[in-house]
């Protein structure tokens, strides 16, 4: 923390100094609607997607209206920081800044950049956004037992991920977010929207493997200054994938015929859904294996004991709670939703298409099989306030 301030006061010193002593000062950089970082930790399996999805924002930009400036940092093997402006019916790209090989998924890199967006005038805006881009899986902590994504990864040198609580403490030092997309997989978890809700007015991913090709970032680009952005951008991201759905026929990363799920949360109704949560779980009694075996998966990869975390909240609480108290907790999840939809099936890597009859958008984690995990899942704010004590959990 001492560090990124320390940081952001040399850079004002350093500004002061300028005007103090220069008479020919650059005009700082007009104040737009809303500047969206993008942090593509793309040092690994997905590489060439991020350079994909980097000329898609090019092209999305070329449809902006002057009011959103996109930030890019992406990290494909050496990392740098892109400045993408609509101004005078052009695209302008600037290289802010290159910093070489480093580690994109760790705490003082990611706050470094954060730094040189959200605490640079020249970047200054009326409100903010920001887009994460890499594999991830979730609440789970890396080195639990789940060993192939969660959110970041950089394999750069060793293989280096970020877990939700240093996230966390990234985000301390941001301004609020207008939203805050994850374009991973596996992000659509309450027990993770939980944890960042202070950090943004809507929370944004699938619930289950995200295609390879990701957003489609030229249709997302000129909705990201929107006031119903959010929204907006969902909508898009799953208009695309559903335009080419074809219940996987001839699927490839670049002709994807096999559909997405995409859910937006709406995160000043998260602690009243956890209020719910704990009053509708008085009294209730549940076997983790029995609750996991009757409720829906989105997570089509095999371990050999436990369950690994991504089953459906709403048929979780549907199967634990009796009709009156899950009619009341019901309306209060559907309040916390503000967007879900997905195609007939999905596409998992493991087992190919999947149906997602029953899915209804968000995922909780079901205790059971592995005390590692288990005894992790006790330490999420969302586990206390959602009162998962209570069926002895």
């Known amino acids: 923390m001492k560090k990124l301030f320390g940081y952001g006061l040399a850079c004002l010193l350093c500004l002061l100094a300028v005007t103090a002593c220069s008479e020919d000062d650059p005009t700082p950089s007009a104040t737009v609607e809303r500047t969206v970082l993008v942090y593509m930790a793309a040092d690994n399996s997905l590489a060439h997607f991020a350079l994909e999805d980097l000329e898609e924002m090019r092209e999305g930009m070329q449809n902006t209206n002057g009011e959103l400036r996109l930030m890019v940092y992406i990290d494909t093997g050496s990392a740098q920081l892109i400045e993408l402006k609509k101004e005078n019916g052009n695209v302008v790209e600037n290289i802010v800044r290159e910093y070489g090989d480093r580690n994109s998924a760790g705490v003082e890199e990611t706050l470094e950049v954060f730094d040189d967006v959200f605490y640079n005038p020249d970047y200054s805006a009326n409100s903010y956004g920001l887009i994460y881009w890499s594999h991830a899986d979730g609440w789970a902590p890396y080195g639990a037992r789940i060993t192939t994504r969660w959110v970041g990864q950089d394999t750069g040198d060793g293989d280096n991920r970020m877990n939700i609580s240093e996230l966390l403490s990234v985000l301390d030092n941001a301004p609020h977010f207008s939203f805050i997309m994850f374009d991973a ?104 294996d029995d609750v996991a075996d009757a409720v829906f998966d989105y997570d089509q990869r095999t371990v050999s004991s436990g369950h690994i975390g991504y089953y459906d909240f709403r048929q979780l609480m549907e199967e634990v709670t009796d009709e009156a108290s899950f009619s009341a907790w019901e309306q209060a999840f559907l309040a916390s939703r503000a967007y879900w939809s997905t195609t007939d099936k999905n596409y998992s890597m493991v087992v190919g298409m999947f149906s997602m009859e029953g899915a209804n958008g968000i995922t909780h984690y079901i205790p059971g099989g592995n005390t590692t995990n288990d005894e992790a899942y006790k330490s999420t704010s969302w586990y206390q306030d959602a009162g998962l004590a209570q069926l002895g959990w």
Request: overall charge negative; charged content about 15%.
């Open 185 to 288: 997989c596996f992000m659509s978890s309450v027990e993770v929207a939980y944890e960042l809700r202070n950090h943004t007015d809507y929370y944004i991913g699938s619930p289950t493997e995200n295609p390879g090709p990701g957003a489609p970032y030229d249709l997302i680009t000129p909705l990201m200054a929107d006031e119903d952005a959010a929204v907006e951008m969902a909508s898009a991201y799953f208009g695309h994938y559903e335009d080419n759905y074809n219940g996987g026929i001839g699927i490839s990363n670049s002709n994807w015929t096999g559909g997405t799920s995409i859910c937006v949360m709406r995160t000043s109704a998260l602690e009243a859904l956890a209020a719910a949560t704990a009053q509708a779980l008085q009294g209730a009694t549940a076997d983790g």
